[in-house]
């Protein structure tokens, strides 16, 4: 694999072992993301496409509900759970790596074996995440926002943005919203395209994946940014963005665990 940092911590016992990344591998995988995209491009628009209408869908519950007001903290929420959805996209890159030919039901079957591998229980670690991040955004609204009324989202968003409550709640809400963010974030980054790639336990992976962004603390935030950033982007048109963002990013992803964590001996 070419430009690959050349930085190799020693290995922790049991664990796989990573090397230390640059700006330059962030880049790299990037660039590949965007490669592996446009060599197949219906897959990518697919399981985009299988997010972005997942997330269309919530949101007219919501509205539904009449609940309409929690659309903004799920929209900024909903990313969390992008990494288990870009399952498939790490599987076409693999077959890409490889060499491999692209097939619809070979791909598929690859992602339907995960539920019952270790990535079902990251499944289930990243959506007990996401609850928490719904659950503290309801208590803070409370806290903050509990004596004033707002049926619509244009109503909250005007009380959100105009009033020292609002402000206050925002500040906190986005505060304890990093906190955990970083936390999945760095439990996830390097793990789900490691238990697809290897059989290991979700723990372990989880490990891996937190010692990779210890190990390359800058450019590993730096890549956490990027990726929060383009996905809160493209969740603005009604998710429609997603369609492109989200298999670009997967794609890279794959690339950034290829490059961190060093082959199976």
Known sequence: MAELSSGTPPRAAGLPQIRELSVADIRAALMHGLSDFAHAPLYGL??????????????????????????????????????????????????????R????????????????????WMAFVMLFVFWIWMYQVRLLIALFLGRMSFSTLEKFMTIVLTTEQGWVFLAVGHVVGAAIALVLFSITVVSIPLLMDREIDFVTAMITSVRTVLTSPVPMIGWGLVVTLAVLL???PFFLGLLIVLPVLGHATWHLYRRAVLPAA
């Open 46 to 99: 697919f399981f985009g496409g299988v997010f972005a209408l997942a997330g269309i869908v919530i949101v007219l519950a919501m509205t539904w509900w009449n609940i309409p007001w929690m659309i903004y903290p799920f929209a900024i929420g909903f990313p969390l759970i992008g990494p288990f959805a870009a399952a498939g996209l790490y599987e076409v890159s693999r077959r890409l790596e490889e060499g």
């Open 234 to 236: 493209a969740c603005a």
């Open 101 to 120: 030919p692209l097939a619809w039901k070979e791909v598929l079957s690859v992602v339907w074996a995960q539920r019952g591998r270790e990535l079902s």
